[in-house]
Nanobody, 116 residues
Framework: QVQLVESGGGLVQAGGSLRLSCAAS????????MGWYRQAPGNERELIAT???????SYADSMKGRFTISRDNAKNTVYLRMNSLKPEDTAVYYC??????????WGQGTQVTVSS
């Protein structure tokens, strides 16, 4: 079992920045990839970025440029740095871990609200 806890969300003005954190615990050695997703009201959950094997990053095309995923292995924590935030970035942001045997674990989400 893997437990994920996101933090760092909040209210920010357009143009501002936030850094989200996702702390993993439990069977962290079983984790193959970790990723960040978001879901706005009325929309489907969408992929932002993935960290593969703790080293390689992949971004959804629409997310390239303003979002950066990174990891602190010592803290078993994955971060999402978000710059130049826009009101349309308002959503609940989720962290997901996928294990080597393809089991997915999700965090509870953290709300990000960008005011205009």
């Amino acid at each position: 079992q893997v437990q994920l806890v996101e933090s760092g969300g909040g209210l920010v003005q357009a143009g501002g920045s936030l850094r989200l954190s996702c702390a993993a615990s439990g069977s962290t050695g079983s984790i193959n990839t970790m990723g960040w997703y978001r879901q706005a009201p009325g929309n489907e959950r969408e992929l932002i970025a993935t960290l593969i094997g703790g080293r390689y990053t992949s971004y959804a095309d629409s997310m390239k440029g303003r979002f950066t995923i990174s990891r602190d292995n010592a803290k078993n924590t994955v971060y999402l740095r978000m710059n130049s935030l826009k009101p349309e970035d308002t959503a609940v942001y989720y962290c997901k871990a996928r294990t080597f045997d393809a089991v997915d674990y999700w965090g509870q989400g953290t709300q990000v609200t960008v005011s205009s």
